[in-house]
């Protein structure tokens, strides 16, 4: 974990000027007009390097009746942040979509045993770093 202070606003600058297709989940849904786009699960794991707490994931049902997961971040307090929720530019519905965590202890180290999500997690979290160690 992090030991640098940063307040959520600023957390969230940093992502947002970080995503890019190469850590976006499915590389063909990314684009310029939506950053946010497929960045939930990597931007998830890097808001909990700097905020704690754990990580939620939601079944999202989309328009026509497809579905997707979705992640995001419960603090300690009960406050949700979810920093890539702006990608749904449309109605969606979500429910609390539990993680069977198998022989895993929690739904990070499940996620960051996947090498592909480990990767865009670990250059979105290099690129989060030197953004937020700039001067302001």
């Given at each position: 974990m992090t030991a640098m202070k940063v307040s959520i606003d600023r957390l969230i600058n940093a992502l947002g000027?970080?995503?890019t297709k190469d850590v976006c989940f499915d590389a063909s849904k990314w684009s310029?007009?939506?950053p946010a786009r497929g960045q939930?699960?990597?931007?998830?794991?890097v808001v909990q390097?700097?905020?704690?707490?754990?990580?939620?994931?939601?079944?999202?049902?989309?328009p026509g009746g497809s579905?997707?997961?979705?992640?995001?971040?419960?603090?300690e307090d009960g406050t949700e942040v979810d920093?890539?929720?702006?990608?749904?530019?449309?109605?969606v519905t979500l429910s609390i979509d539990p993680v069977?965590?198998?022989?895993?202890?929690?739904?990070?180290?499940?996620?960051?045993?996947?090498?592909?999500?480990?990767k865009k997690y670990e250059r979105l979290r290099d690129r989060v770093s030197a953004y937020l160690s700039m001067k302001v």
């Open positions: 000027a970080s995503w310029p007009d939506n939930c699960v990597a931007s998830s794991l390097d700097y905020l704690g707490g754990d990580l939620r994931r939601y079944d999202v049902t989309l579905h997707e997961k979705h992640y995001c971040n419960v603090l920093t890539t929720r702006k990608q749904y530019t449309f109605p069977n965590l198998k022989s895993y202890r929690t739904v990070r180290e499940k996620r960051l045993a996947e090498e592909e999500t480990r």
